[in-house]
């Protein structure tokens, strides 16, 4: 597998930077840090080939995991069961950090560096709103990488 040009990417609100992806530890895990922007998260998703958890670095996040509210903050540790519906959002006034580390880590890194929008490696700053974004493109790019998320329907 060719070394990707940069470790970091924008995604929904998501500065996501690589620590690790999965070819790096053996197909073990990928580990990412994410800077979210307030009000900016997860959609529902769910993904059976990626067991997924979640430390909270810096600000509040909430999770929703099958259902249930979980209000996470600094030094919180959220564990998404296998396959599990979940989502999360920032409701803090300001960015908010996360570690996110999924095992093997094989649909998220094709994910994330697919979808995202390559940024300069070392960025730390989330890059200003550039418009919407394109939904058919990020529920495709998921599905081909075993992402599935489930969205409420188009109002039409």
Do not use: W
Not at 35 to 50: E, Q
Not at 59 to 67: D, K, V, W
Request: aromatic share 8%; hydrophobic share 35%.
């Amino acid at each position: 597998m060719a070394t990707p040009q940069t470790d970091t990417y924008h995604l929904l609100g998501n500065l996501l930077r690589f620590h690790a992806r999965s070819p790096d530890t053996g197909g073990a895990y990928c580990l990412v840090e994410t800077l979210t922007a307030p009000g900016a998260g997860a959609p529902p998703n769910r993904h059976p080939s990626d067991d997924e958890a979640f430390y909270v670095l810096d600000g509040t996040f909430e999770f929703m995991i099958e259902g249930e509210t979980v209000t996470a903050t600094s030094g919180s540790f959220v564990k998404v069961p296998n396959g599990a519906i979940h989502a999360f959002k920032n409701v803090g006034q300001a960015p908010g950090r996360l570690l996110i580390i999924n095992s093997p880590g094989r649909a998220h890194d094709g994910f994330f560096s697919e979808a995202g929008d390559p940024m300069p490696a070392g960025t730390r700053e989330l890059p200003a709103p550039s418009g919407e974004p394109d939904i058919p493109r990020v529920l495709e790019i998921g599905r081909r990488n075993g992402l599935e998320f489930l969205l409420p329907p188009a109002e039409g």
